[in-house]
């Protein structure tokens, strides 16, 4: 008798434990957390990625980071100066009120003002004038033709004028006002722990296919795999390169993968006449080598790409050629990845005067990007081979980048970097212009110009694709452009990561460009 | 006459006491009679000397970057290097540089790391505890207070944020660990002194108008010796432990000169694909490492105390 109970509580506690999470319900391990539910607060690919299950944008975009109709129905171009919207009819906030051209008037003031923001969404609104024609009609006008207006909307989610008014970053972490229009509305977010979901059932577009939705944050990578294996969770992103392998024989895991709108790249010095991490063999201060074309394509013929592709990140990306893989809007037909050639690229310094080489220390983030430190350490290996002495120092992302940037002085401290670019708006401009363009605050060019290479005939390039609405037109100007930035070696590209999702079998995920992890892509197999 | 003088002149500087034996001597018979602590004794030397003389011995330099490969990373033991110069008995790291020599180069660090903050806090703490236990009244109360508050806090944790301010570096790890350790020896030290101090030498010493220094470390030093050695050799070992945890937490040393602990933490991400060795070897000669000098530490207790004398 005794035993027969036990039995049976045994049973029920199994059962309790045990039972597999319905299908209504899915549980997502994020590789790291949103900073915040305010969908202005930071313009960070996390807090995009997640916020866009419960807000949306006017324009949205594909996994190819294509732009597709969102809340936006349609738009044309007036002249090049002004553009109108058509807004969808009939799309409810979660509190039940209509959306119109309103809310978005508001977003637009709202979105570059929020404050202590750590990077805003300014980049995305300034410069841009909104006019209500009705409820459901909106003209954006520019200064001057603007061909990637609809680009930068895809980039800002519209949020509640009712709920939004005098809200801040707080009211949307509490809840209070995260109200969207998306699939999912918000329940409730736990720092450090977990960000719930519930599904919207009046959405106007296709109705999610889960009841409720997890986020957790799991910050390293052998432990998200665990979490996937054991079953904590149904979908996991960013699964480590080493794991992959692994992963692919394990019969009850899916894995899914697609390239990045990412590149890592090395920034050189090039404006310093003497770069401080850069000495003789004997220790002794020389001139900043970087300068020197020659030096600069010695270092590129010195890596490795296919080492490092096969080697470091284990097969999850393709070597590099220039600013954006050869899929998307701008990029160069004919630029190849530069091959691996160490006798031409010690043939090249001795010519360029270094034929013994020079010292050089490497400096990079350890683990903003996948593998970056087994890779800055593999290169390190390649240039020594190649005779630079190449030591390397890796800091953690944040102390790394605001050195990188403006260190002592307020300019770029380090000589060499391993970085990464994502181009946000899907084309090359989004590259070109941050990353090569003339540093220049006003202008708005080499905002991340850590290099500081500059070259006037390029600027002008940019500038006019960046005022080209013809899109053929403006695709061969830019390619170009990233011809010219290639072929004066202005960034050392390396390789186009690969993302990997890994999800339970059963499950399938569309991979994204944009590194997003949405669970509107999410398909019952 | 001379040839008869000659022996005699000899032997008597030479003369053996067979009746009394060295302390030395006694201590030696004492300390191998445990058949255990003569094996980790001997272990000891011989890690100590592979360590030593890890440039020679080691079929390749894992810290110069030419000799090292990344198209030979992750290569199973016993797998010829792409190039054919070496064979990775033991295989490679994922940075492609050969495990065994890795691991003796990284044994080097760590019981440089081990000895030298070991050595420099025994130091310290001596002269701090002695100071405490002389001086007395206020200057002890202060001084032991600042003991008490440094062993409150976990030893990690505070070598973490000495790290975060100092920077990475061989010298900068032996100073958090110096930080970390001194408390303990100064502990010890002050109590076995307290003891000492009381003894008859001492006041003997004091009426014959010594100056303190002269009785403090002349007199009361050389008998806090015991305990003292006790503590150096766990504590020895704890540091060891200590940096390996740093390392592996990524705030030690430079990536391209990984110690033991780095070299555990370069390969942790690979033991769910099944590349077990990386993390392997190179913990197992951790936990070797640490564990005999613990099993010389315990032997030393042994014999060193009197109240555990047969």
């Given at each position: 008798m005794l035993?027969?109970?036990?039995?049976?509580?045994?049973?029920?506690?199994?059962?309790?434990?045990?039972?597999?999470?319905?299908?209504?319900?899915?549980?997502?391990?994020?590789?790291?957390?949103?900073?915040a539910?305010?969908?202005h607060?930071?313009?960070?690919?996390?807090?995009?990625s997640?916020?866009?299950?419960?807000?949306?944008r006017?324009?949205?975009?594909?996994?190819?980071?294509?732009?597709?109709p969102?809340?936006?129905?349609?738009?044309?171009?007036?002249?090049?100066?002004?553009?109108?919207?058509?807004?969808?009819?009939?799309?409810?906030?979660?509190?039940?009120?209509?959306?119109?051209?309103?809310?978005?008037?508001?977003?637009?003031?709202?979105a570059?003002?929020?404050?202590?923001s750590?990077?805003?969404f300014?980049?995305?609104?300034?410069?841009?004038?909104?006019?209500?024609?009705?409820?459901?009609?909106?003209?954006?006008s520019?200064?001057?033709?603007?061909?990637?207006?609809?680009?930068?909307?895809?980039?800002?989610?519209?949020?509640?004028?009712?709920?939004?008014?005098?809200?801040?970053?707080?009211?949307?972490n509490?809840?209070?006002?995260?109200?969207?229009?998306?699939?999912?509305?918000?329940?409730?977010f736990?720092?450090?722990?977990?960000?719930?979901?519930?599904?919207?059932?009046?959405?106007?577009?296709?109705?999610?296919?889960?009841?409720?939705?997890?986020?957790?944050?799991?910050?390293?990578?052998?432990?998200?795999v665990?979490?996937?294996?054991?079953?904590?969770?149904?979908?996991?992103?960013?699964?480590?390169?080493a794991?992959?392998?692994?992963l692919?024989?394990?019969?009850?895991?899916?894995l899914s993968?697609?390239?990045?709108?990412?590149?890592?790249?090395?920034?050189?010095?090039?404006?310093?006449d003497?770069?401080?991490?850069?000495?003789?063999?004997?220790?002794?201060?020389?001139?900043?080598?970087?300068?020197?074309?020659?030096?600069?394509?010695?270092?590129?013929?010195?890596?490795?790409?296919?080492?490092?592709?096969?080697?470091?990140?284990?097969?999850?990306?393709?070597?590099?050629?220039?600013?954006?893989?050869?899929?998307?809007f701008?990029?160069?037909?004919?630029?190849?990845?530069?091959?691996?050639?160490?006798?031409?690229?010690?043939?090249?310094?001795a010519?360029?005067?270094?034929?013994?080489?020079?010292?050089?220390?490497?400096?990079?983030?350890?683990?903003?990007?996948?593998?970056?430190?087994?890779?800055?350490?593999?290169?390190?290996q390649?240039?020594?081979?190649?005779?630079?002495?190449?030591?390397?120092?890796?800091?953690?992302?944040?102390?790394?980048?605001?050195?990188?940037?403006a260190?002592?002085?307020?300019?770029?401290?380090?000589?060499?970097?391993?970085?990464?670019?994502?181009?946000?708006?899907?084309?090359?401009?989004?590259?070109?212009?941050?990353?090569?363009?003339?540093?220049?605050?006003?202008?708005?060019?080499?905002?991340?110009?850590?290099?500081?290479?500059?070259?006037?005939?390029?600027?002008?390039?940019i500038?006019?694709?960046?005022?080209?609405?013809?899109?053929?037109?403006?695709a061969?100007?830019?390619?170009?452009?990233?011809?010219?930035?290639?072929?004066?070696?202005?960034?050392?590209?390396?390789?186009?990561?690969?993302?990997t999702?890994?999800?339970?079998?059963?499950?399938?995920?569309?991979?994204?460009?944009?590194?997003?992890?949405?669970?509107?892509?999410?398909?019952?197999? | 006459?001379?040839?008869?003088?000659?022996?005699?002149?000899?032997?008597t500087?030479?003369?053996p006491?067979?009746?009394?034996?060295?302390?030395l001597?006694?201590?030696?018979?004492?300390?191998?009679?445990?058949?255990?602590?003569?094996?980790?004794?001997?272990?000891?030397?011989?890690?100590?000397?592979?360590?030593?003389?890890?440039?020679?011995?080691?079929?390749?330099?894992?810290?110069?970057?030419?000799?090292?490969?990344?198209?030979?990373?992750?290569l199973?033991?016993?797998?010829?290097?792409?190039?054919?110069?070496?064979?990775?008995?033991?295989?490679?790291?994922?940075?492609?540089?050969?495990?065994?020599?890795?691991?003796?180069?990284g044994?080097?660090?760590?019981?440089?790391?081990?000895?030298a903050?070991?050595?420099?806090?025994?130091?310290?703490?001596?002269?701090?505890?002695?100071?405490?236990?002389?001086?007395?009244?206020?200057?002890?109360?202060?001084?032991?207070?600042?003991?008490?508050?440094?062993?409150?806090?976990?030893?990690?944790?505070?070598a973490?944020?000495?790290?975060?301010?100092?920077?990475?570096?061989?010298?900068?790890?032996?100073?958090?660990?110096?930080?970390?350790?001194?408390?303990?020896?100064?502990?010890?030290?002050?109590?076995?002194?307290?003891?000492?101090?009381?003894?008859?030498?001492?006041?003997?010493?004091?009426?014959?108008?010594?100056?303190?220094?002269?009785?403090?470390?002349?007199?009361?030093?050389?008998?806090c010796?015991?305990?003292?050695?006790?503590?150096?050799?766990?504590?020895?070992?704890h540091?060891?432990?200590?940096?390996?945890?740093?390392?592996?937490?990524?705030?030690?040393?430079?990536?391209?000169?990984?110690?033991?602990?780095?070299l555990?933490?370069?390969?942790?991400?690979?033991?769910?694909?099944?590349?077990?060795?990386?993390?392997?070897?190179?913990?197992?000669?951790?936990?070797?490492?640490?564990?005999?000098?613990?099993l010389?530490?315990?032997?030393?207790?042994?014999?060193?105390?009197?109240?555990?004398?047969?």
């Open positions: 035993r027969a109970v036990r039995n049976w509580c045994l049973a029920v506690v199994v059962a309790l434990f045990v039972a597999p999470a319905t299908a209504q319900e899915l549980k997502i391990g994020l590789a790291s957390e949103p900073s539910m305010d969908p607060f930071h313009n960070l690919t996390p807090n995009n997640l916020l866009s299950h419960v807000f949306e006017l324009v949205e975009t594909d996994p190819s980071n294509k732009l597709i969102g809340l936006a129905e349609s738009w044309k171009i007036l002249d090049g100066n002004i553009w109108e919207f058509k807004l969808r009819a009939g799309v409810k906030w979660h509190d039940g009120s209509a959306f119109t051209a309103d809310d978005v008037i508001f977003t637009f003031e709202r570059p003002n929020v404050p202590n750590p990077s805003s300014a980049t995305s609104t300034k410069g841009k004038t909104l006019k209500k024609i009705d409820d459901l009609t909106l003209q954006f520019t200064p001057g033709p603007y061909p990637l207006l609809a680009n930068d909307l895809s980039n800002v989610l519209i949020v509640s004028r009712k709920t939004g008014e005098g809200a801040k970053t707080e009211d949307y509490s809840g209070k006002a995260a109200v969207g229009t998306g699939p999912f509305k918000f329940a409730s736990t720092p450090g722990d977990k960000i719930e979901m519930v599904r919207n059932p009046d959405y106007w577009g296709t109705k999610a296919a889960f009841e409720k939705i997890t986020f957790k944050p799991i910050k390293a990578g052998p432990a998200r665990a979490a996937l294996l054991a079953g904590d969770v149904d979908i996991i992103e960013d699964v480590p390169t794991d992959i392998e692994r692919k024989k394990e019969p009850r895991i899916a993968q697609g390239v990045s709108r990412r590149v890592i790249y090395f920034h050189l010095d090039q404006f310093r003497e770069t401080p991490f850069i000495k003789a063999k004997d220790g002794g201060a020389i001139k900043n080598p970087l300068r020197d074309k020659r030096v600069r394509q010695a270092l590129s013929k010195a890596i490795n790409r296919d080492a490092i592709v096969s080697r470091v990140m284990e097969g999850v990306a393709l070597p590099a050629s220039q600013f954006l893989a050869d899929q998307f701008g990029v160069s037909a004919k630029l190849k990845p530069v091959a691996f050639d160490l006798e031409g690229a010690r043939k090249l310094l010519e360029a005067g270094y034929p013994n080489g020079f010292k050089m220390t490497m400096h990079g983030p350890n683990g903003r990007y996948t593998n970056d430190v087994k890779i800055i350490e593999a290169v390190a390649m240039f020594t081979r190649a005779g630079i002495e190449t030591s390397i120092e890796t800091l953690p992302p944040a102390v790394f980048f605001s050195r990188a940037s260190g002592a002085g307020g300019l770029p401290e380090f000589s060499f970097i391993l970085v990464g670019w994502s181009a946000d708006t899907g084309e090359t401009s989004g590259s070109l212009k941050p990353l090569v363009g003339t540093f220049d605050k006003d202008k708005g060019t080499g905002s991340a110009n850590r290099g500081r290479y500059s070259n006037p005939a390029l600027d002008a390039m500038a006019e694709a960046q005022a080209t609405v013809d899109d053929g037109k403006r061969g100007i830019l390619a170009q452009a990233v011809e010219i930035a290639i072929d004066d070696v202005a960034i050392i590209p390396s390789h186009y990561p690969i993302n999702w890994g999800t339970r079998k059963g499950l399938k995920i569309t991979p994204r460009a944009d590194e997003y992890t949405f669970v509107m892509g999410v398909t019952k197999e | 006459m001379s040839i008869a003088e000659t022996p005699a002149t000899v032997e500087p030479n003369k006491k067979p009746a009394v034996e060295s302390p001597r006694r201590f030696a018979a004492e300390f191998l009679e445990s058949r255990v602590a003569a094996g980790a004794l001997l272990m000891l030397g011989l890690i100590i000397s592979l360590a030593a003389l890890a440039p020679w011995i080691t079929p390749q330099n894992p810290y110069d970057l030419a000799q090292v490969d990344v198209l030979d990373s992750r199973p033991p016993g797998t010829k290097s792409s190039s054919g110069a070496y064979t990775h008995w033991l295989g490679t790291d994922g940075a492609g540089r050969d495990l065994v020599s890795a691991m003796i180069y044994l080097r660090i760590s019981l440089l790391v081990g000895a903050s070991g050595l420099i806090a025994m130091v310290i703490g001596t002269v701090v505890g002695m100071t405490a236990a002389y001086a007395g009244g206020r200057t002890e109360t202060l001084i032991m207070r600042v003991v008490d508050l440094q062993l409150s806090f976990p030893a990690i944790l505070l973490l944020m000495l790290i975060a301010v100092l920077g990475k570096g061989i010298d900068k790890i032996i100073i958090a660990l110096v930080t970390v350790q001194w408390a303990y020896y100064a502990r010890t030290v002050r109590g076995t002194a307290l003891v000492e101090a009381r003894k008859e030498y001492v006041e003997a010493a004091r009426c014959l108008g010594l100056s303190s220094a002269r009785i403090l470390f002349k007199h009361i030093g050389p008998n010796m015991a305990p003292l050695i006790v503590v150096a050799t766990v504590q020895t070992a540091a060891i432990a200590l940096e390996a945890t740093l390392s592996f937490l990524g705030v030690g040393l430079p990536q391209t000169e990984p110690s033991l602990g780095l555990i933490s370069n390969g942790f991400e690979y033991m769910l694909s099944h590349k077990y060795w990386i993390s392997f070897f190179p913990g197992l000669v951790l936990l070797i490492t640490i564990v005999i000098i613990n010389v530490g315990d032997q030393l207790r042994d014999v060193l105390n009197p109240r555990l004398k047969k």
